[in-house]
């Protein structure tokens, strides 16, 4: 589906060497760098994620509206403080339809198969590709070079900051 020039979906991930992202539980990788750079790039924006993923984090993010995924949104406890926001929809469309409503800036954080249900609505990837492989078997989709292009680099010790930009659908 393409959008307006101005609006951006970003996949945001941290991703082992081998596509890894998590065990269906936790992610397999805590650098506080990167949890630095995705409150601060994802603050005052909508973030949507699937319910293992939000139960993983285990709290209702601050300063952003956090779009739940689950087969069953009644059963997702809201956040009743003025400092975070949440709803629970029921599927990815319905999720970024609802994000896009709110802002045109919407960022996808999993898991594996909100990755994949999104998808081809990306727009953007916003990464940490971690040096190391991990266990698990929760995995980000491949990027295939022929539909997406590298726009920036950011090389840390043992791991990169990597900003993709979909060039075909």
Excluded: C
């Amino acid at each position: 589906m393409a959008y307006h020039r101005s609006v951006q979906l970003i996949g945001i991930a941290i991703v082992g060497a081998n596509g890894v992202i998590g065990d269906g539980a936790h992610q397999p990788f805590e650098i506080p760098e990167d949890w630095a750079r995705f409150k601060r790039v994802t603050s005052g924006h909508p973030l949507i994620m699937g319910r293992r993923t939000h139960e993983a984090i285990a709290r209702w993010l601050p300063h952003r509206t956090t779009i739940v995924v689950t087969t069953r949104p009644e059963s997702v406890e809201l956040p009743d403080g003025e400092r975070a926001r949440g709803m629970a929809v029921s599927g990815v469309d319905e999720a970024i339809d609802a994000a896009l409503r709110l802002d045109r800036v919407v960022y996808v954080a999993g898991g594996g198969t909100i990755y994949r249900q999104a998808w081809d609505r990306l727009t953007n990837l916003d990464l940490t590709e971690v040096h190391a492989t991990a266990p698990g078997t929760v995995f980000f989709p491949q990027i295939d070079p022929a539909q997406w292009l590298e726009v920036s680099r950011e090389p840390h010790d043992g791991f990169d900051f990597v900003g993709y930009r979909r060039i075909s659908s």
